[in-house]
């Protein structure tokens, strides 16, 4: 994001300091500060599938846009619209892809009907955690399959956030055995739905939104939302008396901020360079308040509402990594673009795997 200095100048500066930075003579001064050119400002909308100013997912649009606001002393402005303010949670991707908004937030599993290679960029099921899909973006080639991935869209992908480990969800019935998973109606995104239909299980997409009325009328039997800390907020636990461990389906899931890429190519490289920063700016602001705030929430729910908080059977859970594996095979099969994103994945993940097998796991068995 480097750029040669006079042409920073040039971009950034009013005239009066162009003079001292950039080298005019002085003897231009009067006819460089008659000649001063507007600052060029930009208004850019940003539309999420989140509600306005939820905790951490909405959150973190609205941090951006202060950030951005901040940085570039008001030339970028951002102004963020929850889920159906302007365009439906499910919409974001098209309302970016055709430029009637320049920016949007979501989650990239969302759009499996789209491209089924982004749910890699989400999560999937038994898939990398938070440390470990950001290392693969920035490090691992991922961020680079995932822009290409979206370029057909005239989309530029930045990774937006991070969760970190999710929750199972709740669940209005106990999980016992695989059986209880058969003809389950649950809400439940990307590749984990996937996984859930083939132990039998009927997967829902729905927008965070609607979960608590779905769950609590009984359209659906069970939903996954996020953790504690989102899942508290939404009130799910007035809902469902179960509440599952751990989120298999998304071990750490990034969120997205998407750009319009003619949008983006309009600006100045400053201006430019002010949204590569600011989005990883908020991806780790998102990661450091779930961890923060996840376990402050586990103890509400835990103590102040009586939530009864388990682990999915052994078998449960074996049969889910059997059924991911299964998935995973199949979604490769049927698109080359899917299976060579998950071959760039996938060795990515065995190596981190192997690292984190002897620092950080072997360190969270032996702490204290
Ligand atoms: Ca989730």
């Known amino acids: 994001m480097k750029m040669p200095f006079s042409r920073y100048c040039l971009g950034l500066l009013v005239p009066i300091l162009l003079l001292a ?98 749910q890699l960029f989400g999560a999937i099921p038994f898939g990398m955690n938070a440390q470990e899909l950001n290392a693969w973006f920035y490090y691992g080639g991922g961020l680079e399959l995932w822009r290409e991935v979206y370029a057909p869209f005239n989309i530029i992908p930045f990774p937006g956030g991070n969760t970190g480990v999710q929750m199972a969800g709740w669940f209005k019935k106990e999980i016992n055995s695989v059986d209880d998973l058969k003809g389950l109606k649950m809400r439940i995104p990307g590749l984990g739905g996937e996984v859930l239909k083939k132990l039998g299980g009927i997967p829902v997409s729905m927008p965070g939104g609607e979960l608590f009325t779905a769950l609590q009328s009984g359209a659906i039997d069970a939903t996954e939302w996020v953790g504690p800390y989102n899942d508290l907020a939404f009130g799910l636990n007035k809902a469902a008396d179960y509440y599952y461990y751990s989120g298999w389906h998304e071990a750490g899931t990034a969120l997205e901020f998407m750009v319009n890429k003619d949008a983006y190519e309009s600006l100045p490289k400053d201006l430019q360079a002010i949204i590569d920063v600011a989005t990883q700016a908020v991806d780790l602001d998102m990661l450091n308040e779930y961890t923060a705030r996840n376990n402050e929430a586990l103890d509400t729910l835990v103590k102040r509402e009586g939530v009864d908080v388990r682990p999915l059977p052994e078998d449960v859970m074996s049969a889910l990594k059997k059924a991911t594996k299964e998935v995973l095979a199949e979604q490769a099969a049927a698109d080359p673009v899917f299976a060579r994103v998950y071959e760039s994945y996938k060795a990515f993940y065995d190596r981190v795997k192997a690292y984190h097998q002897i620092s950080e796991l072997e360190y969270y068995l032996n702490r204290q």
């Open 21 to 118: 930075g950039c080298g005019e003579k002085a003897g231009d001064t009067s006819t460089a500060a008659a000649a001063a050119p507007e600052v060029k400002t930009y208004e850019w909308k940003m539309v999420t599938s989140w509600p306005k100013n939820f905790p951490g997912l909405g959150r973190a649009p609205e941090t951006f846009a202060e950030y951005v606001n901040k940085m570039s002393n008001g030339r970028l402005k951002v102004k963020v619209y929850g889920a159906g303010e302007l365009v439906p949670g499910f919409e974001v991707f098209d309302a970016v892809s055709q430029g009637s908004v320049q920016m949007g937030h979501a989650a990239a599993y969302y759009w499996k009907g789209k491209a089924p290679a982004a």
